[in-house]
Every structure is written in structure tokens, then in C-alpha cells.
């Protein structure tokens, strides 16, 4: 039977047991590339629903990031990608259901969207260790870009910190992913410089670009082609914090970032000369213009808050006869000075037709500066100039006409929040994040904990260079990242040897390229994602290790639920469900969930999590439990 079924038929909402009624009992996983049709563990929610940080609130494990599995990489609605994936049982359980080898277009990574969700990254590539906060040589982050081989790369980190650009830093060969979630202890930044994306099929995560220095944080041109930033930040430029101007990238995702803190006196968020581009679950930021100055083919505009601008959106700003198209949805405009516009500078062009054609819906601007959020207008009574108002969305195709046989969506479309709901997610999730539950520090570091800070209090704070570095974080005004110990990686291939051992690979032989079989996983099994790309989406969502638990011995796991949603009202309610490889319970504080393995089990574990305020805004997401024969990691 389904889960679902499964749940209700036992009347169990705060505790969830595979091992009792629902499943066979405990098993280790089969060893991955055996090509077992089903985990023998039983697993019981589908392959693909565990997306994290990404997932939508429509239902748990059935979120955005379900959708390779299920439905081809469309956006699927609210629980059918999780349910649809899971068959019925045969009274032993529920197995995982996987989808075909090579019958679906794989993600960057489950919970990707928007135009950008289908990069390649370096999936098959090879694997490199940054074992150096240097700029350039062996070990660099550098070193490793300039030398990705045709194959593609996937870059990881032994080292978190600040490193140093002085100058551009260029990459030119695509094929690329830049793991920053790897990074052990505080995180991965780069400052003094400009990152200049000039390749396609890259994938970029939790990674900081704070240039604090030159120009332009982050620059992209048209030889970016298919390409997803999540988690990040990017700030402290002196021009822009991420721009293109005139060769404009194409099929581009930005999601889940922050963009602020362009230095005065420019101060810019970015100009975006774009082809097809998506923006979503973002933060723009105490900038004083182009947040961002939008002349895209299409600008898909979706669940982002906008705070503490002079010049806000910008709609294209230009004469010359041109068609710039944006979509602006589920979207917060808070100011930090008192304004009566969040969209702005649309003109007419020379002809008298107007350059700019918008379509706004669920759109809040809180102009106010009272301190509280509310709203003082709603769509188009926030935007000003002479532009096209649209009736509907325009659609998500190569050439914006209606959705077809012969006329298909690109990328993913993205799951679209309620504006309240996505602002308080903004809150819980953009930037980069420290993602184990048994780190001893806060979720964010200084520089992004103040920034959402500021939103959450609507502080007007705008930074030059000299007020930069009064700012009272330390470290010229940029914040200290410290790293820890990188865990022991024998082989190189980029999964730690504690992580091979419990999954059942070979921490002896590189096999960061086996294709993960149809087993319960952090990325959907048996349809193309490679062993490593399971380790990385673990470690980009809720996850911790605990120790196998053998006969009486008493081992478990406790994950602060309220720390990853701390956009939620106080009192939010939480539950817990789906859970793999053991049980799941709420402590009596109300937000602490405490996994206990089944005995004996080790391998890929974890559960579902969803916490629901008093505005019935629900955030859901998947927490990755490792059980191991110990809990160490090094
Ligand atoms: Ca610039
Ligand atoms: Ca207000
Ligand atoms: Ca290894
Ligand atoms: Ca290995």
C-alpha cells in the first residue's frame, strides 16, 4: 500500500514506523550497481521525494523535486509526484518505484527550476579537491576551474574561508559543478574579484561571492547556457553584484540566493541582459538600483522579495525598439524608505510602442516603513511608466506561445508559493546554508544573518566600502568563515570514506560515477544520478550521521526543526513522516524530531518534516539520516 494509505489506516501522525505495520523490518541497502529492481529495506516514499531545502509546501516528499521521477520534469501538482511514484505494496512493505534508466531528463538536482533546472553540471566528470584558500596553483579553486577536462568536473571543498581572486576569475569550460555545500565548517567565499561565467552547463551551490573589492561580483555572458545558482550570495561590489551586459546568457536559474549590499555610491543589484531567465525564492537587498535592471526575452519573476531600495526593478529603461517580456509572481516589495513604486522606468520607444510587456499577479508592496509588514499596494498599482500590461502569464516555451506538441516547455516551471508563504521561506532558506543539524554554529554566517535579519526588522542599511568595514562583523566588515577538518577521503572521488561504508561503496576505489540503482536515495534512483550527486544532494539538504543501533544500544538522532524554518510565526506546528531506516517522533518542546534507527539498519535514512503557522503558511521539507557503524565522521 501507499504510505499515505499505510498512515492513515494506522491513525498515526507524530509517530511513523517502517518497521512496525508498514515494512519489513530493517535491511542494509543493496550495494549500489547491483541493479536490484527494489531496496530490500523497503523503503516506503518514493525515490524521488526527498528535496530539501527546495520543496514546496504542497506536500511532503511530494515536492518540486519529485518531478524527474514522475512526470518528466514539468512541475508537478502538489502530492502526484510522490504518490504517483509509489506502487502498492504487497503486504511487506512499500517498495521504492523507479523510473527507467534514461527515460527522464535528469535535474541539476532535485529541487532545481526555472530554466536553468536541466544542467548537466559534472555529472561523469571527474573530481577535484580545493585544498587551498589561494587564488591560483594546485589546490586553488582556480587551478581546478581552468583545468575542467572535457569530460566535466565536480569541485569539492576540504577547506571553508575566504578566497582570493585579484582580478577576474574566468570560467571557459563547461560541464562544471561547484559543490560549496562540501565545505567543512563555515563555508566557502570568494572576495577581491570578479567570477565571470563564460561556459555552459554549470551548476553552482552555496557558494559566496562577495567582491568587496573591484567591479562586478559575479558577470555572465552568452557563452552561459543552461546553468543554476542555488544557494548563494552575491555582494560587495563596487558596480554590480551579478550582471550580463550585451551578450546575454540563456536558460538561467537563480534561486534560493541572496543578491545584496551593492556598495555605495553605484550600489546595484545587477543588470540582467538575458535570454530566458528564472528567478526564484531570492533576496535582493539593501541595493540602491537595478534590483535587477530586467531586459530579458523573459524574466519568469516568481516568490521573491525585494527590500530596501532606492531604484528598484527596472523595466528595461531604453528607447531603442526592443521586446523585453517578464512575468512577476508571488512577490514581495518591502521598502526601506517610504516608496509608492517596486517596478519602474518601462518607456515607450522611439516608434511609441512600449518596449516593456509585464504580467503581475499575488504582488505585495509594503511602502509603509512602519515596521510591520503589510500592504499598501498590489500589482500594477506599483509599477510606473509606459509598459505593456499582459492578461496572462507568458508561457515558459522557447518562443512564448502557448504550450504544445511542437512547442514544449523549457526547464521546469516553478512551483509557485503564495506570496506569504514564499516570503517566509526566503526567510528560512536563501543563501548559503550550514546544513548539518549537529553544527555547533547558526544556520547562516554574520553577513547573511544580518541581512535577513534587516528584512525581518525592515532596517534601512545601506553600505559604502569605509561603512562596510564598520559594520561590526569583523574581518574588514565581511565576517569570519573558519573551516574544520575535511573528512577523511581516501580514494579521492569525492565521497568520505564514512559516507562509502555506510552506503555500501568502495572507499578504496573511485566509483563516484556508479549510477545510483533503484533504492531509497537522496536523489531519484536507477535513472542516471551517479553516486556522487546522491552525497551532494545529502549534504544540501537537513542531514546528520548516527550510529547503527545494535541490539538494546540506544542511538538517535535530534534535528531543530525551527531552525530551518525560521521565516514561520512563532508557535508553528510541526509534524514528521515518511521516515526511512527507523522511527520518528516530536519531543515535547514541539519542534524537535528525534530519529531512532531500526536495528541493525545501516545506510541511506530519513524523514519528512513540515511545521504550519497561525497564516496556515506550511513549509515542508526532507531531513538525511546516515546511519553508520559509528557517528564519526573523520
Ligand atoms: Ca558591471
Ligand atoms: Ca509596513
Ligand atoms: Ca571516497
Ligand atoms: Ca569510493
Not at 505585495?364 to 509588514?373: P, Q, T, Y
Not at 520518528?584 to 519528512?608: K, L, Q
Request: glycine share 12%; with cysteine; proline share 5%.
Amino acid at each position: 500500500m501507499s504510505l499515505k494509505s499505510c498512515l492513515s489506516r494506522l491513525g498515526l501522525l507524530l509517530l511513523v514506523s517502517r518497521a512496525a505495520a508498514c515494512s519489513p523490518g530493517s535491511a542494509q541497502a543493496p550495494a549500489p550497481g547491483s541493479g536490484a529492481p527494489n531496496d530490500s529495506g523497503g523503503a516506503s516514499h518514493s525515490a524521488g521525494g526527498v528535496a530539501g531545502l527546495s520543496s514546496s509546501g504542497a506536500a511532503i516528499g511530494a515536492s518540486a523535486g519529485g518531478a524527474p521521477a514522475s512526470s518528466g520534469g514539468k512541475a508537478s501538482g502538489g502530492a502526484a509526484a510522490g504518490e504517483a511514484n509509489a506502487t502498492a505494496g504487497s503486504g511487506s512493505g512499500d517498495p521504492v518505484t523507479c523510473a527507467a534508466p534514461g527515460s527522464k531528463p535528469l535535474l541539476a538536482f532535485p529541487g532545481a527550476e526555472g530554466f536553468g533546472a536541466f544542467a548537466k553540471g559534472g555529472r561523469g566528470g571527474d573530481v577535484y579537491h580545493v585544498t587551498t584558500l589561494a587564488g591560483s596553483g594546485a589546490g586553488s579553486l582556480a587551478y581546478g576551474i581552468e583545468n575542467t577536462p572535457a569530460a566535466g568536473r565536480t569541485i569539492v571543498f576540504d577547506v571553508s574561508g575566504y578566497a582570493t581572486i585579484n582580478g577576474t576569475l574566468r570560467v571557459t569550460k563547461p560541464l562544471l559543478t561547484i559543490a560549496g555545500q562540501t565545505a567543512p565548517g563555515d563555508g566557502f567565499a570568494l572576495k577581491d574579484g570578479t567570477f565571470w561565467l563564460s561556459a555552459g552547463e554549470v551548476i553552482i551551490r552555496h557558494i559566496r561571492f562577495r567582491d568587496g573589492y573591484s567591479a562586478d561580483s559575479v558577470d555572465m555572458d552568452s557563452k552561459a547556457v543552461n546553468f543554476i545558482w542555488d544557494h548563494c550570495d552575491m555582494m560587495f561590489s563596487h558596480d554590480e553584484n551579478m550582471s550580463s551586459f550585451g551578450t546575454p546568457p540563456e536558460n538561467m536559474t537563480y534561486q534560493y540566493s541572496i543578491n545584496a549590499w551593492g556598495l555605495e555610491t553605484h550600489s546595484c543589484g545587477g543588470l540582467w541582459d538575458q535570454g530566458k531567465v528564472t528567478a526564484h525564492h531570492t533576496l535582493w537587498a539593501h541595493n540602491h538600483t537595478r534590483n535587477p535592471k530586467a531586459r530579458a526575452a523573459l524574466l519568469d519573476w516568481v516568490n521573491n522579495v525585494t527590500f530596501d531600495w532606492d531604484i528598484g526593478f527596472i523595466m528595461g529603461d531604453s528607447s531603442t525598439p526592443i521586446r523585453w517580456q517578464a512575468n512577476v509572481r508571488g512577490s514581495s516589495f518591502v521598502s526601506g524608505t517610504a516608496k509608492t513604486n517596486a517596478l519602474e522606468s518601462a518607456n515607450l520607444d522611439s516608434n511609441g510602442k512600449p518596449n516593456f510587456h509585464l504580467f503581475m499577479e499575488d504582488c505585495a508592496l509594503d511602502g509603509n516603513i512602519n515596521g510591520v509588514l503589510d500592504v499598501t499596494k498590489t500589482d500594477y498599482e506599483m509599477a510606473s511608466g509606459d509598459y505593456e500590461k499582459m492578461n496572462a502569464a507568458f508561457p515558459l516555451t522557447a518562443n512564448f506561445q502557448e504550450v504544445g506538441p511542437s512547442n514544449p516547455v523549457v526547464g521546469v516551471p516553478v512551483t509557485q508559493d503564495d506570496r506569504l508563504t514564499a516570503y517566509k521561506k526566503v526567510i528560512s532558506s536563501v543563501g548559503p546554508l550550514r546544513l548539518d543539524v549537529q553544527y555547533p554554529k547558526p544556520l547562516r554566517d554574520e553577513v547573511d544573518a544580518l541581512v535577513v535579519s534587516d528584512l525581518v526588522t525592515q532596517k534601512h542599511r545601506h553600505l559604502n566600502y569605509q561603512q562596510l568595514e564598520a559594520n561590526g562583523l569583523g574581518n574588514g566588515g565581511l565576517g569570519t568563515l573558519s573551516s574544520t577538518p575535511a573528512p577523511t577521503d581516501t580514494d579521492k572521488d569525492g565521497m568520505p570514506d564514512y559516507w562509502e561504508k555506510a552506503v555500501g561503496l568502495n572507499p578504496a576505489v573511485d566509483d563516484h560515477n556508479s549510477i545510483v540503482p533503484c533504492v531509497f536515495a537522496y536523489v531519484p534512483g536507477s535513472v542516471g544520478y551517479t553516486s556522487l550527486e546522491d552525497y551532494l544532494q545529502w549534504l544540501a539538504i537537513p542531514h546528520g550521521v548516527v550510529a547503527k543501533r545494535a541490539g538494546a544500544a540506544d542511538t538517535s538522532l535530534d534535528v531543530d526543526m525551527a531552525r530551518f524554518t525560521s521565516g514561520l510565526k512563532p508557535g508553528a506546528v510541526y509534524t514528521v513522516s515518511s521516515a526511512v531506516g527507523g522511527t520518528v517522533s516530536i519531543a515535547a518542546d514541539g519542534h524537535t524530531a528525534r530519529f531512532v534507527p531500526d536495528v541493525n539498519f545501516i545506510g541511506r535514512a530519513g524523514f519528512n518534516f513540515s511545521g504550519t503557522d497561525s497564516d496556515k503558511s506550511t513549509i515542508a521539507m526532507d531531513v538525511g539520516v546516515l546511519v553508520a557503524e559509528t557517528a564519526a565522521t573523520n
